[in-house]
T-cell receptor, first 113, second 116 residues
Framework: KNQVEQSPQSLIILEGKNCTLQ??????????LRWYKQDTGRGPVSLTI?????NTKSNGRYTATLDADTKQSSLHITASQLSDSASYIC????????????FGAGTRLAVHP | GAGVSQSPRYKVAKRGQDVALRCDPI?????LFWYQQALGQGPEFLTY????????KSGLPSDRFFAERPEGSVSTLKIQRTQQEDSAVYLC??????????????FGPGTRLTVL
């Protein structure tokens, strides 16, 4: 069964600190992996996308890594800001057909001043 | 439009009522998806349209759920005889096409449905 698991479920950090979110997946066939940010009451917005041949991708203070061998990904947030408070969802695309998305449950990040 | 829009943003229904949720995708986007997101969970796939054709409805939880996109643009998700377990946020997403690099899905803000 195609699954995406994320950890931790929730996280509280102080403003200015770094943090790393984890994602493990069992999805086949694999097309790509995205990290989405979902603010409360909003739809998810894509932060990064990586194919199996890419092992790191940055978007400002966000850096995602991918290990296609172990089927693990991480999202590192540097110098956190209050506006980073959101849910971060790991999403894997199934290759073929219409490219179905498999979502993780998300990590709820709270950045406190 | 600038993005995917959904209406209403919030809907409260009494158990047994029928509801209709609307999605306006980005103009020109061929693919349209509906997802159900329970509180504290990631979105789960409901159904997929390519233009007006509903190519996958395997995620619809019961025959009370029905979706349509008659002219290949606006889509409506209808839930008949709502139950409390239908309470969730319903997200709509659209993409320009199916094949990379045009298959990125852009999400609307969702409709939060509460069934009393």
């Amino acid at each position: 069964k195609n699954q995406v698991e994320q950890s931790p479920q929730s996280l509280i950090i102080l403003e200015g600190k770094n943090c790393t979110l984890q994602c493990n997946y069992t999805v086949s066939p694999f097309s790509n992996l995205r990290w989405y940010k979902q603010d409360t009451g909003r739809g998810p917005v894509s932060l990064t996308i990586m194919t199996f041949s890419e092992n790191t991708k940055s978007n400002g203070r966000y850096t995602a890594t991918l290990d296609a061998d172990t089927k693990q990904s991480s999202l590192h947030i540097t110098a956190s800001q209050l506006s980073d408070s959101a849910s971060y969802i790991c999403v894997v695309t199934v290759s073929g057909g219409y490219n179905k998305l498999i979502f993780g449950a998300g990590t709820r990040l709270a950045v406190h001043p | 439009g600038a993005g995917v829009s959904q209406s209403p943003r919030y809907k409260v229904a009494k158990r047994g009522q029928d509801v209709a949720l609307r999605c306006d995708p980005i103009s020109g986007h061929v693919s349209l998806f509906w997802y159900q997101q329970a509180l504290g969970q990631g979105p789960e796939f409901l159904t997929y349209f390519q233009n007006e054709a509903q190519l996958d409805k395997s995620g619809l939880p019961s025959d009370r759920f029905f979706a349509e996109r008659p002219e290949g643009s606006v889509s409506t998700l209808k839930i008949q005889r709502t139950q409390q377990e239908d309470s969730a946020v319903y997200l709509c997403a659209s993409s320009l096409a199916n094949m990379p690099p045009y298959n990125e899905q852009f999400f609307g803000p969702g409709t939060r449905l509460t069934v009393l």
